[in-house]
């Protein structure tokens, strides 16, 4: 280390570009941001878009939640034995997402199968509750066409799923391509913008089994 | 390494560091228990009559919130640290929209509601 870079350590020891010449990449000084920043950045405004598509079914749902047209409401129909099910399946699932990151970070081909297999089956295992949920609501005549409130219902939380559901096919082509083309730098940022999708997901989940299924049994 | 191949290069090539910080298991286990912890907590509020009946919907938002931080920081590492500024300014933009759509919604039907109740609805003066 030289006395310059010495310097700038003490005077801007987070990189932040206060002391002149800073060398955090991505903010002029240390040169352009690396790829694999540059590509996680703009996933991550896509799921940001994706997150204000959710708050504007949220805001309907919130809206039309008490429209139930002498309809079931909320508390009748809410499961909260399969929603904690449900919810427990998408937390482990997404630590095990984690785990993967750190078998791709290791090169280990044998443990990134094993942990996305189990991050899969997870998320399978939450998208079969979901239907049978749904099945047994629609079996009972209480359809999105019933009510408002179920409308807003079934879009909300069908959305999820279907992103779940789209998720899991993700995985699947991951699982593949890491396993024919090796941890290639591509395909590692391809990783990286799979993890922040399932994560994201869980983080969806979580605002949902609280703010929708718990006050929904308490209205 | 021609140029077609370039997006096969390996990241962080200048200066030969790699730019793939990996989280600690220790990080993702820490997020799994404090996640535990929250989603249990909310269940159990449901479930009993600790917290005054109207201040539930209160508390299971503060909670979510609360865990959806834990999400952010222990599983999508989020910080603020230099690579990590511009991620955390557009997260600022989108929890403003998000805001905007959720409470502008719920605020406005709450008062279309209540001052445009169809007539036979006991709504007080002026309905």
Not at chain 1, 23 to 50: E, K, M, N, Q, T
Not at chain 2, 76 to 95: E, I, K, R, V, Y
Request: hydrophobic fraction near 50%.
């Amino acid at each position: 280390m030289s006395a310059a870079d010495t310097t700038i350590a003490v005077r801007d020891p987070y990189h932040v570009g206060h002391a002149g010449e800073s060398r955090a990449r991505g903010h002029g000084g240390g040169g352009p941001a690396s790829r694999r920043v540059v590509v996680g950045y703009g996933f991550w405004l896509f799921l940001l878009s994706d997150i204000v598509i959710f708050s504007c079914l949220f805001a309907a749902y919130a809206v039309l939640a008490g429209a139930t047209a002498d309809g079931p409401s909320s508390k009748q129909i809410y499961d909260l034995n399969r929603v904690a099910w449900e919810t427990g399946c998408l937390l482990a699932s997404s630590f095990f997402c984690g785990m993967a990151s750190i078998a791709v970070a290791r090169r280990s081909q044998i443990l990134t199968q094993v942990t996305l297999l189990i991050t899969g089956l997870l998320g399978v295992a939450f998208i079969l509750l979901e239907i049978s949920e749904f099945a047994a609501l629609h079996a009972k005549g209480d359809g999105p066409t019933r009510s408002a409130f179920l409308t807003g219902f079934f879009t909300l939380v069908g959305c999820h799923g279907l992103h779940v559901t789209v998720g899991l096919l993700w995985l699947g082509t991951m699982m593949a391509q890491l396993f024919a083309k090796g941890f290639r730098a591509d395909i590692r940022r391809r990783f990286l913008c799979f993890t922040m999708f399932w994560h994201f997901l869980d983080i969806i989940w979580v605002a949902i089994f609280s703010l929708v299924y718990l006050v929904g049994t308490k209205l | 390494m021609s140029a077609e191949h370039e997006y096969l290069e390996e990241d962080g090539d200048v200066g030969g560091a790699s730019d793939e910080h990996v989280a600690k298991f220790s990080t993702y286990l820490i997020g799994l228990g404090l996640a535990v912890l929250l989603t249990v907590g909310s269940f159990w509020i449901v479930n009993t009559g600790v917290i005054y009946g109207p201040g539930i919907p209160v508390a299971l938002a503060t909670l979510a919130v609360a865990q959806m931080g834990i999400h952010l920081v222990f599983f999508l590492h989020l910080t603020t640290a230099p690579d990590n500024t511009n991620n955390a300014l557009a997260l600022a933009f989108g929890l403003l929209i998000v805001g905007l759509v959720v409470f502008g919604s719920v605020w406005i039907m709450w008062h279309l509601n209540t001052n445009l109740m169809a007539a036979g609805h006991p709504m007080g003066p002026g309905s």
